[in-house]
């Protein structure tokens, strides 16, 4: 069974900083478009931004200038990190590979056990 593992998440005040790993398996990084996703309680799964085998990323309006998506090829683990939190990113982040970019979660097909992240004074 492919697994991902996420690291890195915890309680962080408004303002504040975290930086977000996943750790894949060589065979399900390599070539991969890999992506981040969160879900707070009784909303949807949203994605948050993806980054490309290229190293090309995007990311949804909400995020953008905040979060910043990288990858280490060498260490098949790709990072978020998130810069001036807010209340509304507190959630549960996943991170996820598939073989092509997408904004939609049923386009992925491996996933990890998810990270909680919480922002609040």
């Known amino acids: 069974q492919v697994q991902l593992v996420e690291s890195g998440g915890g309680l962080v005040q408004p303002g504040g900083s975290l930086r977000l790993s996943c750790a894949a398996p060589?065979?399900?990084?390599?070539?991969?478009?890999m992506g981040w996703f969160r879900q707070a309680p009784g909303k949807e799964r949203e994605f948050v931004g993806g980054?490309?085998?290229?190293?090309?990323?995007s990311y949804t309006d909400s995020v953008k200038g905040r979060f910043a998506i990288s990858r280490d090829n060498a260490k098949t683990t790709m990072y978020l990190q998130m810069n001036s939190l807010k209340p509304e990113d507190t959630a549960v982040y996943y991170c996820?590979?598939?073989?092509?970019?997408?904004?939609?979660?049923?386009?992925?097909?491996?996933w990890g056990q998810g990270t909680q992240v919480t922002v609040s004074s």
């Open positions: 060589e065979r399900t990084f390599s070539g991969y478009t």
């Open positions: 980054i490309r085998w290229s190293g090309t990323t």
């Open positions: 996820a590979a598939g073989p092509r970019a997408s904004t939609w979660p049923g386009r992925y097909d491996y």
